[in-house]
């Protein structure tokens, strides 16, 4: 019997991981797939709503600072479309401003991560726990 080909099943889940650096996402993502998600990463606020809605992910990490749009602009333009309303969100930033991360859970994110604190081991880990919301 052959071996199946690693196609995506459908009871995979999806991660959109929302980085405007490609050094940091390629990190993360390769953690993410060796744990076996499925990762899409979109490097802009613009492309990360695009991607949401055109195939809409079992949860997403977003970061604050990108190009186009913000990752807040993305978080409020998400939880206002039926379709992505309910998407978990995790926020992953390098800043840890106090009116940044109460406005970000405010909004609707899950939790509000800070990159130097957060791995990717940590970031793996949680996606069972947050899909449980």
Request: hydrophobic share 40%; net charge negative; proline share 6%.
């Amino acid at each position: 019997m052959e071996p199946e080909l690693s196609n995506p099943q459908e009871d995979d889940v999806r991660v959109l991981f929302v980085e405007d650096d490609p050094a940091v996402a390629q990190m993360y993502k390769l953690k993410l797939e060796l744990d076996g998600y499925r990762v899409e990463v979109a490097e802009d606020g613009e492309l990360a709503l695009k991607m949401a809605t055109a195939n809409l992910p079992d949860i997403i990490f977003l970061d604050i600072r990108l190009p186009k749009l913000d990752g807040l602009g993305v978080l409020e333009a998400l939880r206002k479309d039926p379709r992505t309303k309910a998407v978990p969100v995790v926020i992953l930033s390098n800043y840890s401003e106090r009116e940044l991360v109460e406005r970000g859970l405010k909004l609707g994110a899950l939790e509000y991560l800070i990159k130097s604190q957060t791995t990717p081991a940590k970031l793996a880990g949680g996606v069972e726990s947050w899909l449980k919301g």
